[in-house]
């Protein structure tokens, strides 16, 4: 170690201890007067005469004066600096913070069209009961398409003045293609051909389904609802005067009735029904008056009502 500089050379060993000593108590008292209160001072010096004799007394160096401590209401004191350590660790890198991904664009979606609302385009698109009868034939609008041989449209002319609609086709009607050819066509035949006295071929005759529910079960709302916009079109394309719905289940449909509302056949018979599409003089279905010949009797008060929408005189009065 080289000498310090500030510090006299000293040949004695003893008087460059005392040196130090008093070099040690200098710094020691400086701290304290700026106001370590850690700092503990130590006894004062011993005086040079304990020494032994045969030592010179050492040379101190002179202790500078001690700063005035500056009174703590002007100035507070810094706190004192952090011991120092082995190692400096490196200052921590702020990570840099990603910016907040941007907003997915939303995208502009038009909700999925329903089943009835495409149909319903479809339908409208259509000019005539050619281009609407082909456009069924490809329709796949519910789950029946699955299941159906062919689509049942219509039968008779593209203008009818009088429109009867069954509730969907049968076996026989999903084999032919053609609607009430079944069990239940020929007593319709009759109804027209003998009650009313004109050709089957005269007037129109459709469903509210065009295709064949699995083993003849009821149509469930949503086929209905799905088929509807069918039916609507055919009924405007072909114009009748009166519609005579054949059953409870078509009578409903077009008044617009379905669910738990759905009116019994005894309420709905026996009268003129406004609804969207005209006049309708519901009736018994063809396959209960097979089942309950009782009541052909009011069948028959029935389509006299119709006919006499039509202006059609009852077969008696014919001359
Ligand atoms: S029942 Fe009607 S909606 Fe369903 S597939 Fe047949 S035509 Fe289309």
Redesign the pocket.
Same mark, same amino acid.
């Given at each position: 170690m080289s000498p310090d500089p500030q510090l006299p050379a000293h040949d004695d060993p003893a008087h460059e201890l005392d040196a130090l000593a008093n070099a040690a108590r200098a710094h020691l008292r400086r701290r304290r007067a700026f106001g370590d209160r850690s700092v503990r001072l130590p006894a004062p010096e011993r005086p040079s005469a304990a020494r032994p004799a045969t030592t010179s007394p050492a040379p101190t160096r002179p202790e500078p004066a001690p700063p005035r401590p500056e009174s703590p209401a002007v100035r507070p004191l810094a706190p004192p600096p952090p011991p120092p350590t082995l190692r400096t660790p490196p200052a921590a890198v702020p990570r840099p913070v990603a910016p907040p991904p941007p907003p997915l664009a939303q995208p502009n979606v038009a909700p999925a069209p329903s089943?009835a609302s495409e149909?319903a385009a479809r339908a409208a698109a259509c000019k005539d009961l050619a281009s609407l009868r082909a456009a069924?034939a490809e =329709?796949?609008?519910?789950?029946?398409?699955s299941t159906?041989t062919q689509?049942v449209f219509s039968d008779g002319p593209d203008r009818a003045r009088l429109l009867f609609v069954g509730e969907a086709p049968g076996e026989q009607e999903d084999l032919q293609g053609v609607p009430f050819v079944g069990p239940a066509g020929p007593l319709l035949t009759d109804i027209i051909e003998k009650g009313i006295g004109i050709p089957r071929s005269q007037v129109a005759i459709a469903n509210v389904?065009? =295709?064949r529910p699995p083993g003849n079960r009821d149509p469930s709302q949503e086929?209905k609802r799905?088929?509807a916009p069918?039916l609507a079109r055919q009924i405007e394309l072909l114009g009748p005067e009166v519609i005579v719905p054949l059953g409870r289940h078509a009578a409903n449909h077009l008044l617009g009735v379905e669910g738990p509302d759905l009116r019994s056949m005894g309420s709905l018979r026996g009268q003129v029904l406004e609804s969207r599409f005209g006049k309708l003089v519901p009736t018994y279905h063809p396959s209960y008056l097979l089942r309950t010949p009782d009541a052909k009797k009011d069948c028959w008060k029935d389509i006299q009502v119709a006919m006499g929408l039509l202006g059609l005189e009852p077969p008696k009065k014919r001359g």
């Open positions: 089943p149909v069924v =329709c796949r609008a519910c789950g029946l398409c159906r689509t389904l065009k =295709c086929e799905a088929c069918w």
